[in-house]
């Protein structure tokens, strides 16, 4: 119990200089993320002067999250018809018309989309889409604009005569993916890495378990005279790809089919990697749209689709479930089909023509044969994002180009670095030592706020939320301002978000740059504050260390009232802006946030880490006269 005490007295007597040093590996560990690239440029050039004696451990760089302004893009604006929409429910389907695009470039991996709905002087209803990082205008016109029109259609009464149509799209993409096949084929052998042989070819690797001739024939054939680590000979071709393969085990079990005719008691069952590439179904295309019409049935009724697995053949199908109106509609339409076929068409094409069996009151159907595994898969995707609740046309379209968004990268950090430049200057010229050292706490700002904007390796943030949280409540608990259960809970409410935003990077554009800067000279605020108040207390004769606690004490309403304003009005512009608004409201929500930690925690313990008699006797380093 007394070594207990001692430690704790000892803790009490050296807190400062703990509270300096928690500091130092705060700030270290800040740079490390904010700029882990220059950090691992240095370790590697001082490795490479001292001949490796002195080798430090590098850290994973993450880059920041640019917006279509700042890394260019592509910005498509649509018109939305909505003359046969009522006044009513115009804003509720263009709501619709935006959901619908940001999930389907979502599905498509553009980070951060902005889709936004305005109207016109006119009354003109507009789409404005922002894709960053989308340089290519057609692929992003793809992205939006294809909406797939999904019919059920039953036999016309008067059939007509049908076409035939050759196939040669597919022939012309099974013949490149058949010569990708043929490259990989001959470093098969020996390739270790099959992942990134399947890489180098653009192929898809699978490591494949279970492999019998019930479920992959082909590929079966190929493998049954390979010993363990052969590769196929040449290429296989099965309805949906194209591919090679290399045995891994082969393994002798019971055929859970063995009562059934035909059936032998035992199969092999093969273990293996395989790369495989798509292929498309060359069959003539035939022409058989008019002799079929529209039943009720359509996309509209869609409830979901899924991708599966035919059970016989592991061909890719396509399973759609409908709503209950579909359903009843779909139980109908199988009910007067018995027997007859019932072609299922979509963007005007028969893509699945099954004959109805029986009726079928579930409201579910099957679409099989006619694609390979990475057609059902953007099928499956189209289908679930919808069509549009109303037609759009694209009436503009731009593409920022990266080097532009490079100049306004360069613009935006000239900014920064002269307004950085000159509050520093005015610090140090008006607060002398204290200024000086608000300097040193704004650069430790600027590296904390950048680390939020990032995200980072859950180790490391974690280490830097911690050290956050420890320094924080170390020293507004020396000061005794953590007030009760409002400060409580704003501390609270900054921590979630920080913790938030450090795990869901913030997109910068020009906007949020802007909102970062305006927090930069907001953060100098609170310091202002706090010297002006310290300078009173030592006018009126106290001691330089009780001037220093009371200066950050009674300065702290103030900043805390202030920062409060802000950050309601953040969440203001979050929750109901737009695009480029809620970017600037994150920024700036960030920047004062930790703004009111920069300016009460490291700035005091920098104060009082240079606390001492001799500035006590040269009380003009901190802007007062001599003490009388």
Not at 14 to 34: K, S
Not at 191 to 204: H, M, T
Not at 327 to 351: Q, S
Not at 439 to 458: G, R
């Amino acid at each position: 119990m007394s070594q207990l005490k001692t430690f704790s007295k000892a803790l009490k007597r050296h807190r400062q200089r703990w509270l300096f040093i928690l500091l130092i590996i705060f700030a270290t560990v800040g740079f490390i993320l904010a700029a882990g690239n220059y950090y691992n440029s240095g370790a590697r050039a001082l490795a490479r002067v001292t001949n490796n004696i002195i080798v430090l451990p590098e850290v994973p760089e993450s880059a920041f999250m640019l917006g279509l302004d700042l890394q260019g893009g592509t910005q498509l604006v649509y018109e939305a018809d909505v003359a046969n929409v009522p006044e009513s429910d115009r804003a509720s389907a263009l709501e619709g018309v935006r959901d619908i695009i940001e999930r389907r470039v979502n599905i498509a991996g553009v980070s951060e989309p902005v889709i936004q709905v305005n109207r016109t002087l006119n009354g003109d209803y507009r789409i404005i889409a922002e894709l960053a990082g989308i340089k290519d205008v057609n692929e992003a016109i793809r992205l939006i604009g294809e909406t797939p029109l999904l019919e059920f259609k039953e036999q016309s009464a008067e059939p007509q005569e049908s076409t035939i149509e050759s196939n040669e799209e597919a022939i012309a993409f099974n013949k490149e993916m058949k010569t990708k096949a043929d490259q990989a084929l001959t470093e098969a052998a020996d390739a270790s890495d099959w992942q990134a042989l399947a890489n180098k070819y653009q192929g898809e690797f699978d490591a494949r378990e279970g492999l019998a001739e019930d479920n992959q024939p082909a590929i079966v054939a190929a493998l049954k005279d390979l010993p363990i680590g052969g590769v196929t000979s040449q290429v296989v071709k099965t309805d949906e790809s194209f591919v090679i393969a290399r045995v891994l085990e082969k393994q002798e079990i019971d055929n859970p089919f063995k009562d059934q005719a035909d059936q032998p008691a035992r199969i092999t069952v093969y273990k293996a990697d395989l790369v495989y590439f798509p292929a498309q179904d060359e069959t003539p295309t035939l022409n058989i749209s008019e002799n079929w019409e529209n039943t009720e049935l359509s996309g509209k009724n869609l409830k979901r689709a899924t991708l599966q697995f035919n059970p016989q053949d592991a061909s890719p199908e396509v399973s759609l479930e409908f709503d209950s109106e579909g359903a009843e509609m779909f139980a109908d339409i199988t009910e007067r089909n018995i027997g007859k076929p019932v072609a299922i068409f979509l963007d005007g094409y028969a893509i699945s023509i099954p004959t109805v069996n029986d009726r079928i009151p579930d409201g579910r159907a099957i679409i099989s044969g006619r694609f390979n595994i990475t057609e059902a898969k953007l099928l499956v995707q189209r289908l679930n994002t919808g069509a549009l609740p109303v037609p759009i046309e694209l009436i503009g379209q731009q593409t920022v180009g990266a080097s532009l968004g490079q100049k306004s990268v360069n613009n935006s950090l000239k900014a920064g670095l002269i307004g950085f430049a000159l509050v520093a200057l005015f610090m140090v010229l008006f607060y002398r030592l204290p200024g000086l050292l608000s300097v040193f706490s704004l650069v430790i700002y600027v590296l904390t706020v950048l680390t939020v904007f990032k995200s980072t390796p859950i180790i490391l943030a974690s280490l830097f939320i911690l050290l956050l949280v420890v320094l924080f409540i170390s020293v507004f608990n020396h000061l005794k301002i953590f007030d009760g259960i409002f400060s409580a809970a704003l501390f609270l409410v900054i921590l979630i978000f920080l913790v938030y935003y450090a795990n869901q990077p913030v997109t910068l554009t020009l906007a949020g740059i802007a909102g970062f800067i305006l927090s930069i000279g907001m953060a100098v605020d609170a310091n202002i504050l706090i010297f002006e108040r310290m300078k009173e207390e030592l006018r009126s004769g106290k001691p330089l260390a009780t001037a220093l606690d009371e200066g950050f004490r009674r300065a702290w309403p103030s900043i805390r009232d202030g920062n409060i304003t802000t950050i309601l009005t953040c969440f203001v512009l979050m929750a109901l802006g737009t695009g480029i608004i809620k970017g600037f409201g994150a920024t700036l929500f960030v920047g004062v946030s930790v703004s009111m930690f920069s300016s009460i925690v490291i700035t005091y313990i920098l104060v009082k880490v240079f606390n001492s008699s001799w500035l006590d006797r040269h009380r003009w380093l901190v802007g007062a006269g001599r003490s009388k």
